[in-house]
């Protein structure tokens, strides 16, 4: 495939840069000691208070024998441990790497071994579920356990509050560069093994200023609460580096983020950013219809959605009920965030919204060559922030790699506007009728019905070997099958082309998703042709 080249832009003319210091230290120097950098309910902290322990963690690491470029996994919830072991791990040269703590033990075992970490900072219980696979983790020396009310360290582990208590508040910066590797990100797997890509010391701060600062318009009197988990690429960005590296505060929850949680949160610490998913955004709905309760999202200036394509009558609604504009987007573990995005009072609904300032896209066939306006192809994205690769996968990494250019395996087109339109995943994308059909156009129809909570097109081929499209729909309340499938044949084929209604309509209790909260319809195919 041929791809233009680009010039990789530079940082800094400098080549020294540490990122801890950047997103921590520099606070301190802007006079910030004493300003709350962290609120949750386990009480606030201030950005000297996350200094010091981001210190200690450091000089621990050290005296644990953690050198440059050594792995230290972080098995944490949102947390100020999660943050200062982060940023303690940056700040001298190693390699921290956020594992989702909702994987089952098996997972975790294949990345702390994938990885080769040398140290585990993880919570206690989840080390519970961990201490007996000892022998299959060769790689794993340390363990430092975070305990919480009621819990108490293994003998064969370190008890983190007693471990950073007894190291040095004050810590020297490694000399590393704006290229050094920085951290660490495992790809969710949906598909199989997960991947670590790699990122590099100044990615976070190129996110920062492209999408938080350009479009988001953050600043220092900003309050930031992201339901998605500081694991995830798009958490770690909305909960972490985004109000850090303003000067702002951060919100975050350490329990799953449930729509009543993440509500009466919402309601007790006034963020001014809010941050979910599609899914989220609609259990919310969901919610409140069924509780009749009341919500106060006043304080909320601007919602943000990523990880699926938020359907318009989502965004209709959430406005009408909180009166939030929400701004979806694209991004991705490899781009680090959101590399495509609406603006505020900008918003096209179903649309992904416009290219943000520091990337550069182009729409390609199959054989690599730009498509004209309102065609089909797949995205390719350049920007500074693209991962350096993925670790110990020399062939992916050339598939999906291409010089300065991400191969994002997303189906778009791009209007005369210069708004962009996502059709699904490349191999998402399905013939009827022997005209390309984006399965997410049928989605975003049936989900204005007000009796389909969420849904999922797939293709299916019939006896003649014809591929048609199938719904799946999780419907709000029990209802007659048959009933509902004319009720939502009808619908669809009132406005869309009759070839793009379903077949079939499939009615379930739930969609299998990622953790992040995207649909697997890989899954669902492979349960059609079981």
């Not at 956020?98 to 990345?111: E, G, K, M, R, W």
Request: charged share 20%; aromatic share 10%; with cysteine.
């Amino acid at each position: 495939m041929a791809l233009p080249q680009k010039t990789v832009f530079s940082l800094s003319t400098h080549d020294r840069y540490n990122a801890a210091v950047y997103f921590i230290d520099r606070n301190l120097e802007l006079g910030l000691a004493d300003k709350v950098a962290i609120r949750s309910d386990d009480g606030d902290v201030t950005y000297g208070d996350l200094y010091q322990l981001m210190n200690r963690v450091g000089n621990g690491l050290k005296a644990l024998q953690v050198y440059m470029e050594n792995r230290v996994a972080l098995l944490l919830h949102d947390s100020v441990e999660f943050i200062a072991s982060f940023f303690g791990t940056v700040k001298i040269g190693g390699i921290p790497i956020p594992v989702n703590t909702l994987l089952s033990p098996q997972d975790h075992v294949y990345i702390l071994n994938d990885s080769r970490a040398k140290v585990a900072i993880i919570e206690a219980g989840l080390w519970q579920r961990l201490r007996d696979m000892g022998a299959a983790l060769p790689f794993l020396k340390h363990v430092v356990v975070v305990c919480r009310t009621g819990e108490t360290a293994p003998p064969e582990s370190l008890d983190f509050s007693a471990w950073a208590a007894e190291q040095p508040p004050e810590l020297a910066p490694a000399d590393t560069v704006y290229d050094d590797a920085a951290f660490w990100l495992y790809t969710s797997g949906s598909t199989g093994k997960p991947k670590g890509v790699i990122h590099l010391q100044h990615d976070m701060e190129v996110a920062l200023h492209n999408y938080a600062e350009n479009i988001l318009r953050m600043g220092a009197d900003d309050v930031t609460f992201s339901a998605s988990k500081l694991f995830f690429a798009y958490g770690m960005g909305n909960g972490m580096y985004f109000p850090l590296g303003v000067g702002g505060t951060t919100v975050l929850l350490r329990q799953p983020p449930t729509p009543q949680a993440v509500m009466e949160t919402v309601q007790k610490y006034r963020p001014t950013l809010f941050f979910g998913v599609p899914t989220l955004y609609a259990a919310m709905l969901d919610y409140v219809e069924k509780t009749k309760r009341s919500f106060d999202f006043s304080s909320v200036r601007q919602g943000v959605s990523a990880g699926e394509p938020l359907p318009p009558a989502i965004f209709h609604r959430f406005r009408e009920v909180f009166g939030v504009e929400i701004l979806d987007g694209i991004g991705s573990t490899e781009a680090l965030h959101i590399y495509i995005s609406n603006r505020a009072g900008e918003v096209q609904p179903g649309s992904t919204g416009q290219l943000v300032p520091g990337y550069e896209a182009r729409i390609v066939d199959e054989e690599g060559r730009p498509v004209p306006p309102g065609e089909l192809g797949e995205l390719m994205l350049s920007g500074d922030s693209l991962a350096a690769g993925y670790w110990n996968l020399h062939v992916q990494t050339c598939t999906k790699f291409h010089g300065a250019w991400l191969r994002t395996g997303d189906s778009y087109y791009r209007d005369e506007n210069d708004f962009f339109w996502y059709c699904g995943r490349v191999d998402d994308m399905l013939k009827s009728g022997g005209i390309w059909v984006s399965p997410i156009e049928i989605e975003n129809t049936l989900m204005e019905h007000e009796a389909v909570l969420e849904v999922a097109v797939i293709g299916v081929k019939d006896r003649n070997g014809l591929e048609k499209p199938w719904a799946f729909v999780v419907p709000k309340e029990q209802a007659d099958a048959a009933e509902l499938e004319a009720v939502l044949v009808r619908f669809v084929r009132e406005r869309l082309a009759h070839y793009k209604c379903p077949k079939r309509f499939v009615f379930v209790e739930d969609l299998p998703k990622t953790a992040t909260g995207k649909i697997q319809r890989y899954k669902l195919r492979e349960g059609v042709h079981a």
